[in-house]
């Protein structure tokens, strides 16, 4: 949600917010951004949060469809590679666990 409010005031304030002063601007987004109030704003950034369309988020699936859909290729990457990496440790600690089991059961068969 913080990101799509972040990229929601990116697209209202870009054009108000001069990072070069220098270069000459236009008066009317000068007299755009001195009317502009906080509330006015919040209003649009909710009018425009409002458009999204709503998923239906009843199951576990559609909650992850939509960190899918969120998500950049990078990062999902990354999760990926780190979820097979916890996987072959876990597989790797079950592995010893099932050996030291059959060490000590053929130890204790054959010292009895």
């Given at each position: 949600?913080?990101?799509?409010?972040?990229?929601?005031?990116?697209?209202?304030?870009?054009?108000y917010i001069n990072m070069k002063p220098w270069v000459a601007t236009s008066s009317?987004?000068?007299?755009?951004?001195?009317?502009?109030?906080?509330?006015?704003?919040?209003?649009?950034?909710?009018?425009?949060?409002?458009?999204?369309?709503?998923a239906d988020c009843q199951v576990l699936e559609d909650i992850d469809d939509l960190?899918?859909?969120?998500?950049?290729?990078?990062?999902?990457?990354?999760?990926?590679?780190?979820?097979?990496?916890?996987?072959?440790?876990?597989?790797?600690?079950?592995?010893?666990?099932?050996?030291?089991?059959?060490?000590?059961?053929?130890?204790?068969?054959?010292?009895?």
């Open positions: 949600m913080f990101r799509v409010v972040d990229e929601i005031l990116v697209e209202i304030l870009r054009p009317n987004n000068i007299g755009m951004w001195n009317n502009m109030n906080g509330s006015e704003l919040v209003n649009i950034l909710c009018h425009k949060i409002q458009r999204f369309p709503r960190i899918d859909k969120d998500m950049p290729a990078e990062l999902k990457l990354q999760s990926e590679m780190a979820f097979e990496e916890e996987g072959e440790g876990i597989v790797r600690e079950v592995e010893k666990d099932i050996l030291d089991t059959l060490i000590h059961e053929t130890a204790r068969v054959l010292w009895f």
